[in-house]
């Protein structure tokens, strides 16, 4: 059983397949954290929930370490929650009230104050098999009056008596999205979060803590990923007594929120992990609780098409019949126009907002664009941006009161564009009934759901008080029931989460979304470096990566078709360039590349990923993919640039069978027959020479 309760020392033990996870009850009645980690014996540890006291100035030290607590008392560290009561009081006392095991997997833990009828509830769902548990919290007022949410964490992880503390996390901005970076903790505290109204491409809602010591292959590993695609914050701190309590969940910046009588909050899920593979063994079980818990499908990962670079706004029926046909030459799959089908836009100054397909550009409607794509055995796919629109359009015209602004204030613009206020219910409905009249009158196969801006004046209109809700709560929770009515209504349409670039990629949008776009840098260099960033935390079918110009148009690097192609057939492989412009040898140069990614893709979606060498160290990038049954690898090596002459490099995998006996195919010409030791001990020459070569090597096991 993954969940045990040792009555007699008050202990709450959770074990997965590779790790301990223990809180108990101590005699204050507050829930204590007291280990997380490799695995222990549970009744060993009654001594750890003793009282902790060292000083006036710190009466209570236990206090750091509850596994949830509310602000008031002692507490002086980041609080799980803070309220106030309809009488002013602003002091919470949750004492432990009970539990209960509803499921094997499923624990709930009962607390309330101990005057009034505030009752929290702290969920726990195990996965055994991935080291990982999911947390959230129901808040429930059962007062007679308000009460005021100040700050509602879903979770506190705690990890104890480390000798040093490194948080690993990724930063960025756009075009620059998924930077690693690995900071040492001092006492203090560190806060990852976003402000902007969606989760963010300045830091990602995903940390992992080790000593210092931990590698990609080797070392205690705890980390976590929020599900929230809000304003979000992660509080890493660290007490002058040595513990790390990582505090996450719904930002409490301009977030409070009144709570009605018999009301009932409840919190994002925060997953938490311990893996003493690194951080490779850190990433393949977030991949593979993804893909087995989180992502509304498995589909295959079709090869996709976007007109976007070709055309841009400038989009007629007859240009895109002459991509598409161009494009099912290659062996594209799934054929998607990108902005500029639809009302006045030929601009991003006008027009959106406007759902309506433009007679100008499809005289005969969008069915004539559809039926060329499905003839030549493509899907079709169309981009939409539902969240936003132009003052310059027929929409903002009859709806002004529509999008966020405070009374007088003018609203700000971004990209020419203004919010609509997606908590009104008003919008909310407008915008789930043109999406539903836009997938029910036409044959479309996929939705590439963009939001280019950021949340600014967050204000309600008309009669509504800002006082008793929250804009920022509320737009994520309606953008979530919108996408989970139009998965039901349309089963077979796939959707993508794009918010100029990786801007919105979270735990909580992926149980939605098909695929992500993670950047909208394509430069296929630079790619390698936020490709990297993405898979420690998110799982690489769900990242789309695209093939676009040489010389590139953000930096002017120029680079091989091969370099290309192989940067981005390590996720879902799309073409954005213009191969209007592409020659015919070019042309069947990528026919072969999408041939060789069908034939492998099965590997790089379902399978395990090895990351073997980061540009961050070498000027070598490698990663491998093991398919789960343990068959078929294929690795991606990419060379930046060659210093100091040649000389042979090999590359040690990993997830093989040392015993087993695998045919190599290096890409090269050569195939030689090696054991799984040998590929892991010595390594596979990867045989490149000069700047930016990359190669793609095959590995099968031959069976006896």
Known sequence: MPIGYLEESRIFAIRTERSSYLFGINDSGTIQHLYWGFPVHAGDCSDLLRKKHHSSFDAAVDRETEEYGGWGG?????????????????????????????????????????????????????????????????????????????????AIWSVLSLPAYRMTHVTGRWAGEYQLRSDVLSEGKKVLESRRGFTGPHANPWFAIDDGTASETHGSVWFGALGWSGNWKIAAEKTTFGHLRVTGGINDFDGSF???????????????????????????????????????????????????????????????????????????????????????????????????VNPEKFPNGLNELIDEVNSLGMDFGIWVEPESVNPDSDLYRAHPEWVYQFKARTGSQLRNQLLLNLGLPEVKQYVLDFMTELLGTYDISF?????????????????????????????????YDIWHKLRLRFPNVEFETCAGGGARIDLGILRYADQAWISDNTDALDRLHIQEGFTYAYDPSVMMCWVTESPHGMNGRRLPLSFRFHSAMMGGLGIGANIDRWSEEELAEAKDYVEQYKRIRSITMHGDLYRLSSLRHSNVAACQYVARDGKESVVFALRQAQHFGAWESRLTLQGLDPDAVYKVDAGDGRTVTQHGSFLMQVGVAVGLSGDFQSRMIRIARVEN
């Not at 833990?109 to 055994?128: M, S």
């Not at 240009?319 to 054929?335: M, N, P, S, T, Y």
């Not at 590439?448 to 509320?474: F, L, Y």
């Open 74 to 154: 002692y507490l002086y560290a980041e609080p799980a929650l803070k309220a106030t009561f309809g009488d002013g009081v602003r002091d919470l006392k949750l004492r432990y009230e009970g539990f209960s095991i509803d499921k094997p997997e499923e624990l709930v833990i009962r607390l309330a104050d101990e005057h009034y009828a505030l009752k929290v509830n702290l969920h726990y769902h195990v996965f055994p098999e991935y080291d990982l548990i999911e947390r959230y919290v129901t808040v429930t007022n059962g007062e007679s009056s308000a009460v005021r949410i100040e700050q509602v964490m879903s």
């Open 447 to 479: 939705i590439k759901w963009d939001m280019n801006r950021t949340v600014t004046e967050p204000g309600i209109a008309g009669e509504q008080q800002q006082s008793e809700h929250s804009d920022w709560i509320r737009h994520v929770n309606n953008l």
């Open 258 to 356: 009144l709570l009605a009588p018999g009301e009932t909050f409840t919190s994002p899920v925060f997953t938490g992990g311990y893996s003493t593979g690194g951080f490779g063994g850190m990433s393949r079980n977030l991949h593979r609780y993804q893909k087995e818990t989180v992502l509304p499908g498995s589909r295959v990962r079709k090869v996709l098409y976007n007109s976007w670079e070709a055309t841009e706004f400038a989009v007629n029926v007859q240009d895109q019949k002459a991509l598409a046909r161009k494009a099912a030459g290659i062996g594209v799959e799934l054929f998607v126009v990108d902005d500029g089908w639809f009302g006045a836009r030929n601009s991003d100054r006008a027009g959106l907002g406007d759902w309506q």
